[in-house]
């Protein structure tokens, strides 16, 4: 059949039908007329208002059925709207009209929403983290930072709602009314290693493994091997996690993803712990008595976290006791710890104190001389460090609840050293040094936690952070009867105060938006400063105290500030049914300061999962970050004793940009996850020479950073491939990371890329914890690395051949380059072992633990230097000195609790 073209007429024809149909509709709803009903079913009414509107209407017997009957009508001049609210009122029916019919569909049941609190029944504490669950509509949703959950769900009968997380025996799921309500859950605490199960499978894996971020709470950290004794979260983080890795025995703090050391923080409470590790990084100044939740961010840290290029350790510290007083004590070799904790008002406030106190001075002392002796030296080393705790809460009412907590951390070392040397026929030269090495921490925060509504909760905290160093050296040089006396200062003041507040509105159906700002003040006073006790020129340098004897400058150094004021705003939305997550989130961050090249920083941040089987997950992330606060290294060792800077005066802002992509693969009991990382940093700074000893006259001059640093840019990319098994009595870990970081300095190296400092190409972590009845457990972490890479420091003099691990961290110690990331170290590899037995009598609960670090005595190099032995040999006559780390070390530590 041959169809001819539709010509202008017969379209403007069916057009105008068309139009007329539709146009013929909107009138038939407003259209009025008479409407009179008997009563009798809701089909019949249906049918009658059909007759009485001239409009078909279409009916479902399974819709209809089981409807209440409607009662008599008489409705004059009425409207479709109007008959059908009256027909469908207080019912889960809906009317839509389409062309010239009208169909009845059934509605969604209404929402209830659920909301309100985790804690812990044994000390009413709030849980971050925990996942509430409804079994048969497979709807859950985790708490936040604070304990607070909000849920919806339909409203209909035979809901129920569980809660689990990793270490809490999981709650059973119990009955709830089919109305919007409040609730608390409580969980218990597991003293085995049996997981959380979650009787929906579904639930359990698109919880368990679609969040972002590291959950270190998972860590069995009581009977995992620790130095010495002492439990360690940040070393736990080096033994288990792929992509983080530190310097030979954890010396110089941690290192994410082949950035630098200071790319690193770590946030108690929200406050930054500035210098966060005691004895130059065997440990971290967290107590582990403290610590209720641990996450570490490995470039994937949301919008509400900032001011860090690389890795994001993020910890709440516990809360204190709401029912009942209770105290516990460990002892180790290494330090001894104290804990109380109780009700100011049972159920009301509580409070909770630690402090924690080294006893590593007699250990030292007895080794120093030992080895100063060895030498043909004389003097003592001593050295301790102490931990102060405090956090109090107060509960005012369901809705506010207010949190101030406080740390305070000091170190202090010591040394003496005195060596001789027979000069005949001249006579004796004597040298004697005195270093005192001081650097304290504090920090606090003051919250405040307010439910504006069951689906809106916002934290409100004032923080403040502070870290100072000082180093006071003294010398006396008896030459040939002739003394010669001189003494040095270094010190840094660094403060940060801040201001920010979260609020998280919980959307429903699994979708939460964030919203919040920041402002931190930051602030060097001063920044670095070293000279001598006699003058140059005019200019007197360092003076000492007639009275106390104490070091101090002469003249006040103008310090630096810079204040950074952030808004971000996030947006996380699942889908449990497809396994989709989604985490995206936009930072704006401006600088306020001196020579700010760039004020307006606009950081992406985005965080995607999608299940594309299964079991298997595929995971992506990327972000944008800055960094205002860098410290620099005078010797290439990284280590307290570098000075701080911030991105004033010249210095632009620290920059990278970090993605990296993967699959999971997860069931109850296994977890295998493969990432590849891409990292590019830019700004990054390096000295152009070795940090000279008289600065002060180029401190004062304005262009000296600009003169003695130079900006460069970093690389890293790499693969992550971990693996982690958990059943009810044991638990396993073990990761492999390949790593390739690169610097590139103009000037520096001829212009050349080279390796960065600390960077691993091989890692290999593995660790194993089991469990018997009994209460008995053993542990064990392994590692195998590729050695670190370092750039090769030269030293010049009679006594550099004497030079020893704790020589390296003084602030006389001055050094050259011999090159650039050109000398990798032997592979590195160590066993720690740890057996625990854990009993009770009568209300003291007890557990003693028996372990090794570095079981068979593993000596890896820690770090290797050149020296000359004599300042008139040729240049060319270089010889080399390893240092190594820590030998063998026996660990036995007893806790009671009571």
Request: hydrophobic share 40%.
């Amino acid at each position: 059949m041959n169809l001819r073209p539709i010509n202008g007429l017969r379209l403007a024809i069916l057009l105008c039908c068309f139009g007329s149909q539709i146009l013929c509709a909107q009138q038939n709803q407003h259209s009025k007329f008479d409407f009179v009903f008997s009563g009798g079913p809701l089909s019949a009414a249906l049918i009658e208002l059909s007759n009485a509107s001239g409009i078909a209407i279409g009916l479902d017997a399974a819709l209809l059925n089981g409807q209440k009957p409607v009662q008599a009508l008489a409705m004059r001049q009425t409207t479709l709207k109007a008959a059908f609210a009256e027909l469908l009122q207080d019912r889960d029916l809906a009317w839509r009209q389409v062309s010239d019919q009208i169909s009845i569909y059934k509605l969604p049941p209404p929402e209830i929403l659920v909301s309100g609190y985790i804690i812990d029944r044994e000390g009413g504490e709030r849980l971050a983290g925990a996942t509430i669950y409804e079994q048969s509509t497979k709807r859950w949703v985790a708490s936040n930072n604070y304990g607070f959950f909000s849920l919806s769900l339909p409203r209909r009968e035979g809901l129920s709602l569980g809660a689990s997380m990793a270490g809490y025996v999981a709650a059973e799921a119990q009955k709830i009314r089919p109305e919007s309500q409040k609730i608390e859950l409580s969980l218990v605490p597991n003293t085995s290693l049996k997981e959380i199960v979650v009787s929906v499978d579904s639930i359990q894996e698109h919880s368990r493994h679609f969040t972002a971020g590291a959950d270190l709470s998972r860590l069995p950290l009581k009977i995992m091997p620790a130095l010495g004794g002492e439990q360690d979260v940040l070393r736990s983080a080096f033994a288990t996690q792929a992509g983080v890795s530190s310097g030979t025995d954890g010396f110089g703090g941690p290192i994410v993803r082949g950035g630098d050391i200071d790319h690193s923080q770590v946030l108690l409470d929200d406050a930054p712990l500035i210098y966060p590790t005691h004895g130059l990084g065997l440990l971290s100044i967290v107590n582990p008595d403290v610590v209720s939740s641990a996450r570490l961010w490995k470039g994937d840290a949301p919008a509400r976290l900032g001011n860090r290029l690389g890795g994001i350790m993020e910890l709440k510290s516990r809360e204190g006791n709401l029912y009942k007083h209770s105290a516990s004590t460990n002892f180790s070799w290494i330090a001894t710890r104290l804990l109380l904790e109780g009700p100011i008002r049972k159920e009301k406030g509580a409070y909770l104190i630690t402090a924690r106190r080294s006893l590593l001075g007699p250990v030292l002392e007895h080794f120093s001389v030992r080895d100063k002796r060895a030498d043909a030296r004389g003097g003592i080393s001593s050295y301790h460090f102490t931990d102060v705790n405090v956090k109090l809460n107060w509960i005012f009412n369901d809705r506010d609840r207010v949190y101030a907590s406080f740390y305070f951390g000091s170190d202090v070392f010591t040394d003496l050293d005195t060596f001789g040397l027979d000069l005949p026929p001249f006579g004796k030269l004597i040298q004697q040094t005195k270093v005192l090495f001081e650097w304290r921490n504090f920090s606090g925060a003051l919250r405040w936690n307010h439910l504006w509504s069951d689906r809106c909760f916002s934290n409100t905290v004032l923080t403040g952070s502070r870290f100072t160093l000082r180093s006071d050296t003294r010398y006396v040089l008896d030459l040939f009867g002739s003394k010669l006396k001189m003494a040095d200062l270094r010190s840094s003041d660094l403060h940060e105060w801040g201001l920010k507040s979260d609020t998280d509105w919980f959307l429903g159906k699994n979708q939460v938006l964030r919203a919040g700002f920041s402002a931190n003040l930051q602030r060097l006073q001063p920044f670095f400063f070293q000279g001598q006790i006699n003058t140059t020129g005019d200019v007197v340098l360092v003076v000492e105290d007639s009275i106390t004897g104490e070091l101090r400058t002469n003249d006040l150094i103008e310090g630096q500030s810079l204040l950074p004021i952030s808004l971000y705003t996030a947006y996380e939305w699942q889908v449990p049914k497809c396994g989709f997550a989604l985490n995206g989130g936009l930072r704006m961050e401006y600088f306020l300061g001196k020579n700010i090249p760039q004020h307006l920083f606009i950081q992406p941040r985005l965080n995607v999962s999608q299940r594309i089987f299964r079991r298997v997950q595929l995971r992506a992330n990327a972000g944008f970050y800055t960094q205002s606060l860098r410290a620099v290294s005078n010797n290439g060792l990284d280590n307290v004793n570098d000075f701080w800077i911030l991105s004033v005066a010249g210095l632009p802002m620290q920059t990278a940009f970090q993605y990296a992509a993967g699959p999971v693969w997860a069931n109850m009991r296994w977890q295998i996850q493969v990432q590849a990382f891409w990292n590019r940093m830019n700004n990054l700074d390096e000295l152009r020479t070795s940090f000279p000893g008289d600065t002060l006259p180029a401190m004062t001059d304005p262009e000296f950073w600009r003169k003695r640093l130079v900006m460069g840019k970093g690389h890293a990319h790499g693969l992550e491939v971990s693996a982690r098994f958990e059943s009810e009595s044991q638990q396993c870990w073990a990761s492999y990371t390949y790593s390739n970081s690169s610097r590139r300095f103009e000037g520096l190296n001829n212009n050349a890329a080279y390796t960065a400092r600390f960077s691993r190409r091989h890692t290999f972590k593995f660790s194993y914890v089991k469990q018997w009845k009994g209460n008995w457990s053993v542990s064990a972490n392994w590692i195998l690395a590729s050695g670190d890479v370092i750039s090769r420091l030269g030293f010049e003099g009679l006594l550099s051949d004497k030079i020893r691990f704790v020589d390296l961290h003084k602030s006389t110690f001055l050094a050259y380059r011999l090159g650039y990331g050109d000398l990798q170290q032997p592979w590195e590899h160590r066993l720690e072992v740890a057996c625990n037995k854990t009993w009770k009598y009568r209300h003291w609960e007890q557990s003693i633990s028996l372990g090794a670090y570095n079981l068979y005595n593993r000596a890896n190099r820690y770090f290797t230097i050149f020296y000359r032995t004599d300042i008139t040999s040729p240049p060319d006559v270089i010889f080399q000195k390893n240092i190594r780390g820590l030998p063998l070390l026996p660990s036995l530590s007893w806790r009671v609790q009571f």
